[in-house]
């Protein structure tokens, strides 16, 4: 059967089905509450949900969390727009124009546009999803250990890199430091135990998804609640639903945010964030009237959520084809897919045709369900926002607390969201990265498998990690990576560059 | 920052990249857990005996992790050793008491109460007592504080969310999705 005959079996099927439609309606309502409550992010969201429904049916599972993950990133533009704080961090670029926008009495008219921008910009993504999964799914069948150590370097370099602003080297620690933390327990070559120091608890190693509860939960919690009270715009009176010619008006930013988006979401470990900063400041410079932008430009925030919302089938597209997370709610639905039996990865062609494009559906299913409640919906989400914290915040602590211990029954497990709480606090006070950290605690146990193997294998000659074309091209791009931060070898290519880019406007017509 | 409405707009920007003394100081930590990573990894078996390739041993990877994080310390702490003597800036006056008592609150009812008492019970203490302590301190702040009847009110209101929170997250975890609580 064809990847299109995949997909319109899939879809029919969830469609004829009443069970999976109110799952997706139900999913996808708790996603944009999560994402428009500021202290509850798409990976919390995710992480939470995947307890709930690690005893379900793995294809509903999985559209439930997709349907979150959707929800979530969408739902953030909310309280961007109304509150001037992003729900999730994907939504920071919202708040730029949401705000002042709302402020200036067109808070309906942002949030139509961020609903049209997020449902375009998914509908991109998906797309991509299903064109580039099955060709990335084949060409990774040829990878082995070399390219496999190479991408997790890669993904965790990349990752430093681009989600910090300018400084990659804080990025870089994150990742390390979570690549350190997938070190502990017991390896997977000669079982021996590492860092365990006879801890039987330690042995297991430290839990992903207990990891994350506490990197984004607890921390998160303690965040908000370090913070003073916010105001917040409430007044949505004006038209929400938008109209066609003030979509179409966009068109070109619609088109440019969705490939960045996707292309950002491709890369391991970036995500929607970046997808939204990259998607904004390309609209910015491509537009005529620049100097409206954080000041109400319904084109920044039109890029901004369509950046982002594409972002998220694209984040899903690695995931599927190498078992490596496009952003860090992916790498929790990566977790989830795992729980499910499913085994993601360059093998998925062969073993899984089906269920790639079955993921295709799932967004196809999450992005309506996202446009239908988040038009229809808006007023009654508004109410939401009026929650106060101090109400919120203990009850989101609580479903931490369950969430870290329900999947495998460890108390031990709590401890470790307490301590990812603390550490992920500390280190989000100084700057410091979340997705690369998620990234070294997926890819820890990647890049260190295939690292000793491809060793083992070549006998100890490093050299043999550089002679194949795609690991001698992602060995390139790390070594390349790793020069642009030393501060000498930037400003001499920068300089390299705009003395190229001067030239030919020198030249006489 | 906050912008000419006074409305708090740090949140939507970028966050900046001035090197800071806490910079310089985790740079510090950074090399030292490094080497500590580096000692470890060094000290485990390197399975030679069992006739496994060198490069094969346990603690091949954690010591270049370890080395990597040794050498980014550095560079952090080199990079911003001038800052160790600028004074950390100044936060949000009571931010500081407010993570305090969070985190007292959290850990109390996650490290200590679960486990020890019944969870329902241990919920419904740690939702109330969190209610109760950051509402009257979030209305003392905004120089409305509650006194007489109104505080009986928010007292009676805080107990009803905590009670019925605690006991539907119970209920919806252990007998609709079958999650076993700790």
């Excluded at chain 1, 375009?120 to 999803?129: K, Q």
């Excluded at chain 2, 969870?119 to 950051?134: G, K, N």
């Amino acid at each position: 059967m064809s990847g299109l005959g995949f997909f319109i079996d899939a879809l029919g099927g969830f469609l004829t089905s009443p069970m999976t439609l109110f799952n997706v309606a139900w999913a996808t309502f708790l996603g944009i509450l999560v994402g428009s409550l500021p202290g509850l992010t798409a990976t919390l969201g995710i992480a939470l949900l995947t307890t709930l429904t690690f005893r379900m049916d793995g294809t509903q599972a999985i559209l439930i969390l997709i349907c979150m993950y959707v929800g979530a990133i969408y739902g953030g533009s909310r309280s961007a727009i109304l509150l001037n704080i992003p729900g999730t961090p994907a939504n920071a670029a919202t708040a730029l124009d949401g705000f002042p926008l709302a402020r200036s009495g067109k808070a309906g008219k942002a949030m139509g546009i961020a609903t049209a921008g997020s449902f375009a910009g998914g509908l991109i993504g998906m797309l991509a999803l299903a064109l580039v999964a099955p060709v990335l799914g084949d060409f990774a069948l040829s990878f082995g250990s070399y390219e496999f150590f190479w991408l997790a370097l890669f993904g965790v370099l990349i990752s430093g890199q681009i989600t910090t602003t300018g400084d990659a080297l804080k990025g870089w620690i994150a990742g390390f430091i979570g690549l350190f933390v997938a070190m502990i327990g017991q390896e997977g070559i000669h079982s021996y135990q590492r860092f365990s120091y006879g801890s039987s608890d330690l042995s297991g190693g430290i839990g992903l998804l207990p990891a994350l509860v506490g990197a984004f939960g607890f921390a998160e919690i303690l965040t908000v609640m370090k913070a003073r009270g916010f105001q917040s715009v409430r007044d949505a009176s004006d038209r929400i639903l938008p109209r066609m010619g003030d979509v179409w008006r966009h068109k070109r930013t619609i088109v440019r945010s969705g490939l960045i988006g996707t292309f950002m979401g491709l890369l391991p470990g970036v995500g929607e964030d970046m997808g939204a900063w990259m998607s904004y400041a390309a609209a910015k410079r491509a537009s005529k009237v620049k100097e409206t932008f954080g000041k109400g430009s319904l084109d920044g925030l039109m890029a901004a959520e369509t950046g982002n919302n594409a972002a998220v089938p694209g984040a899903i597209i690695p995931v599927l084809t190498l078992a490596v997370p496009g952003s860090a709610p992916a790498a929790v639905l990566l977790a989830a897919m795992f729980i499910h039996g499913i085994r993601p990865g360059p093998m998925i062609m062969i073993e899984f045709p089906s269920f790639v494009f079955e993921v295709v559906a799932m967004v196809a299913m999450a992005m309506f369900a996202m446009l239908i409640i988040g038009l229809m919906l808006t007023r009654p989400l508004l109410m939401v926002l009026a929650v106060p914290r101090a109400y919120l915040m203990p009850l989101i602590f609580t479903l931490c607390t369950i969430g870290s211990f329900a999947i495998a029954g460890r108390i031990f497990d709590i401890y470790v969201m307490l301590a990812f709480g603390l550490i992920g606090f500390a280190l989000r006070e100084m700057k410091y990265p979340m997705a690369p950290l998620v990234l070294g605690i997926v890819l820890g146990d990647l890049l260190d498998k295939s690292f000793r193997r491809g060793m083992t294998l070549s006998d100890g000659d490093f050299v043999a990690f550089l002679t194949r074309p795609i690991s001698a091209f992602l060995a390139l791009a790390c070594l390349l990576m790793l020069l642009g931060a030393i501060p000498p070898v930037r400003r001499r290519v920068t300089a390299l560059f705009s003395s190229l880019r001067k030239k030919p406007s020198e030249t006489p017509q | 920052m906050v912008d000419d409405t006074g409305v708090t707009v740090a949140e939507a920007s970028p966050p900046s990249d001035q090197p800071t003394r806490a910079d310089a100081l985790m740079g510090i930590v950074f090399v030292f857990f490094g080497l500590i990573i580096t000692f470890e990894a060094w000290r485990m078996p390197r399975m030679e005996e069992f006739g496994s390739n060198i490069w094969s041993a346990p603690g091949v990877v954690p010591g270049m992790i370890g080395i990597c994080l040794t050498l980014m310390g550095f560079f952090l702490f080199m990079r911003s050793r001038q800052a160790l003597n600028i004074a950390p800036p100044k936060g949000e006056p009571g931010s500081r008491l407010r993570v305090l008592i969070t985190l007292g609150l959290c850990f109390g009812f996650a490290f200590v109460a679960v486990g020890l008492i019944p969870f329902v019970l241990a919920a419904f203490l740690f939702l109330f007592s969190f209610i109760m302590i950051f509402d009257l301190q979030d209305r003392r702040v905004e120089g409305k504080p509650l006194t007489g009847n109104a505080l009986v009110k928010r007292i009676a209101l805080a107990f009803t969310v905590a009670a019925v929170a605690a006991w539907t997250i119970t209920t919806v975890f252990e007998d609709v999705f079958f999650v076993r609580l700790p």
